[in-house]
């Protein structure tokens, strides 16, 4: 149908009708309208629309602040001069925004029934005019946690509606737009939470064009797709890309081939069965009409999101393994997608051209898939990367690592907004967050540094709750993966309770977000430095580890440093990441995944009896007596046991002369010199157990 106007207004001036335009009536509310701009008249999405589709339209905006769509609303569209005026217009293209208002308390809890209908009679008025009337139906613009009545109701109210929409699109095949797609990660844009200022409305104008004229500007895939990629093997391989509506895309990956069609949001996907790593170099081409990309040296084999904060970016070439490192890059497939900040969180300002340009969401510096060499190879996450070698080297096959950590980001900044939103606890997180408790101190005062040159009192920052899942998760998330690592907490310690809550959710968020409920997850417990929380928070991560499914987490702390929150022995921490994802996600059970684990800690006979789990032989690191158990009542500071009151045997350590204790702690200091092993070598946790 669209093609089909867009031929007749080529046509129109040889037929003697050039006066003819093809009439775009813009109905709705406020955004509509252009609330809060200055001058609505040059900047609403309607006039910047006109501008975009040029001479042979004539487009008008219909829109009235406050109009509610339901009938019976405080404000029913159908009441107002606009709606009358809109009919006059008798529109070729109508493209209507309505529903926001119906979020107020006085509408939806009491008609919200009758939204459908209401919608289906406004449709039918207008088609009434003109029946050949293309009907644009939008999904709706956002509204933020900060309108005054987000948790009381609205933001419940607004998903309902939003979720109703496409039904209402379906009643008779009407384009449906969701103009909500484009918006719900830039609240830089939406000063009062509900309207969106002039750029915002640029935004609008944009989707709206592209939609009336099926140009989403040819053929395009995200960068993660690059030369050099890797395949995940065992899984649907899925090729996600924008080309210009209805478009054909044929997609060939070796020998297979298979097709797709861009739907009217300039969408398209291209699924291939799962692939077996067999050595084989692919080469996969993207073809629509003459448009042509090709990406070579494609591999199959594992792939690993690597993620976290400043310990999880540190670089092989800063850490003390660094021959140890290059080493590994003879004779492994090791591929590198290293996604670096634009600008580091340093004790700096930024100016305003990286000002910009995060609020665009361009955090990340523009990568591809590199094959390892000793240049990249320095420059990588050191943790990441003896992971994937150990990987590599025990599987034999090509490893990719993702890598897109940022130094002293909390964890929050990488959970989706909708999952915030919607959390009992944090959606709290979300509010003015530059001064909100809920987020560590060091955080606000470094973030808001950073941003001091910016105008914008809604500037972003990744240290912003969501913002590095807007950044860094969402241009990889439709790219097949194994499973993540993750190496953060310094920025959560703050708050040991807070962070019980925030880090299931984070799991949680991204194991919805690649549609795997049994995505292996696996992290490095909190190493060893002079700060008080530590010693409660690395316990905290043990019991996490324990509760939720498919998550585990790797020992640090023998690594730590009195002093340095970035101690520089990675490889040994990169490779207990290894071993848990070796034992765990590729079934190698003789691989040792564990320190010794507390079992039970029992009194017996005027003793007390720890008996461990991963363990048939309790030792020493460095061979001297066993330091850093204590022993207490149930509540105050517990003391020190004495080494000639510890004896070893076998999995079991006995504890004499502490008969009455009620609990006994280990490695409970926030740098700790706790020296307890097994027979591979691998250290116990920080934890504390009851006596029974």
Known sequence: MKRLLILLLAILPLMGWAQNKIKVACIGNSVTYG??????????????????????????????????????????????????????????IAVIHLGLNDTDPRNWPNYRDEFYSDYINIIEAVRETNPDVKVYVCQMTPIFHWHRRFKSGTRDWYWQIQELIPWIAQYDAFELINLSRNLYHRPDLMPDALHPNEEGATIIAKQVYSAITDNYGGLSLPAIYSDNMVIQRGKPFIV????????????????????????????????????????KSYTM???????????????????????????????????????????NVKGKDIRLYDMKPRVLTNNIEWDSVDLVKLNNHDYYLPTTWQMQDEQNVSDFSAVAYHFGAMLADSLGVPVGLICNAVGGAPAEAFIDRKTLEFHPVLVDILYNWKEND??????????????????????????????????????IADYPIKGAIWYQGESNAHNVELHEVIFPTLIDSWRRTWNDTEMPFYFVQLSGINRPSWPHFRDSQRRLAAEIPDCDFAVSSDKGHPTDVHPKEKAPVGERLARLALNQTYGMSHVAQHGPTPVSAKAIDGKIILEFSNAKELKTSDGTALRGLEAGAAVGPPSNIASENIKIEGNRIIIEDHATAQRIRYAWKPFTDANLVNETGLPASTFEIEVF
Not at 52 to 63: A, K, S, T, W
Not at 294 to 316: D, H, K, P, R
Not at 442 to 449: E, F, I, L, V, Y
Request: charged share 20%.
């Open 438 to 475: 809920m987020i560590q101190d060091w955080c606000r005062g470094r973030a808001k540094q950073n941003i001091a040159k910016s105008g914008n009192k809604l500037q972003r920052h990744p240290y912003e709750p969501c913002y590095l899942y807007e950044t860094g998760i969402m241009p």
């Open 240 to 279: 996600k890309g924008t080309a210009n509506t209805g478009d054909q895309v044929t997609v060939k990956l070796g020998k297979q081939k298979t097709k797709a069609i861009a739907d009217e949001q300039g969408e398209w996907e291209a699924t291939f069965p799962p692939m077996q790593a067999d050595g």
């Open 285 to 327: 081409t993207v073809e629509c009409g003459k448009q042509k990309l090709t990406y070579n040296n494609i591999a199959v084999g594992e792939v690993w999101l690597c993620s976290g904060q400043s310990n999880m970016a540190f670089m092989v070439k800063e850490s003390s393994h660094i021959e140890q490192s290059l080493a």
């Open 35 to 92: 609330m809060t701009h200055k001058n609505p008249a040059e900047t609403s999405y309607p006039t910047q629309l006109q501008q975009m589709l040029g001479d042979g339209y004539e487009v008008r905006n219909f829109g009235h602040s406050g109009a509610t769509l339901l009938s019976k609303g405080h404000r029913p569209y159908i009441n107002l001069p606009e709606y009358k005026a809109a009919l006059e217009f008798a529109p070729d």
